[in-house]
């Protein structure tokens, strides 16, 4: 069956634009999770779904950042005028289970993005 | 906040060779959970530890959670060139939601 999928794979960015990066997680999965992996670094935990809800989002590391996950299924992650130090791989990984960080996450291929 | 910290950062070793990379936490754990990342890819689940103790097998791997649920190390018996990557551990504390990783061991085979 078919992984988490996420788009665009690359993006680059001027300084200020805004961004929305698309997760589609494994069908079935109720948890949502969104990482942002920096060059040579630990994925580092942003925000967390439980269906539509957003149960967690005490990483996001400021106000530009918002996410979404509206019907359950598909999550976009937002960031508003993006900066340099915004630039890293994000990555969107699906659990089947319920229970908080309990299961198994199930990564997609992350989204490259490049602030210049 | 919670830290998970994992040593060494990277592991050189020759085929055939054994490899052991450690993860500690500076509080205590619910779960630890174990990823491989090959470079260029992202990160796949290996294996999750619960119990105070538990000790895990995977072929040549085997996976250890401590006593007090604080540390966990990997053992990767007679390395082959497609162990290489890197190899994250992942702490779920008891209060939060929120997976914790550790910065990773980058494994290098040479044949």
């Known amino acids: 069956g078919a992984g988490v999928s996420q788009s665009p794979r690359y993006k680059v960015a001027k300084r200020g634009q805004d961004v929305a990066l698309r997760c589609d997680p494994i069908s079935g999965h109720v948890s949502l999770f969104w990482y942002q992996q920096a060059l040579g670094q630990g994925p580092e935990f942003l925000t967390y779904?439980?269906?539509?809800?957003?149960?967690?989002k005490s990483g996001l590391p400021s106000d530009r950042f918002f996410a979404e996950r509206p019907e359950g299924s598909v999550s976009t992650l937002k960031i508003q005028r993006t900066q340099q130090e915004d630039s890293a791989v994000y990555l969107c990984?699906?659990?089947?289970?319920?229970?908080?960080?309990?299961?198994?996450?199930?990564f997609g291929p992350g989204t490259r993005l490049t602030v210049t | 906040g919670q830290q998970v910290m994992q040593i060494p950062q990277y592991q050189h070793v020759q085929e055939g060779e054994d490899f052991t990379t450690y993860c500690n936490s500076s509080t205590t754990l619910s779960n630890i959970q174990w990823y491989k990342q090959r470079p260029g890819g992202h990160p796949v689940f290996l294996i999750q530890l619960v119990k105070s103790g538990e000790v895990k097998k995977q072929k040549r791997l085997t996976f250890q959670f401590g006593e007090a649920k604080k540390n966990s190390s990997l053992h990767i018996t007679a390395t082959q060139t497609t162990d290489v990557g890197t190899y994250f551990c992942a702490g779920l504390s008891n209060s939060g939601s929120r997976l914790t990783f550790g910065e990773g061991t980058q494994l290098t085979v040479n044949p």
């Open positions: 779904f439980q269906n539509e809800a957003q149960l967690d």
């Open positions: 990984a699906s659990s089947l289970s319920g229970s908080r960080g309990n299961y198994e996450q199930y």
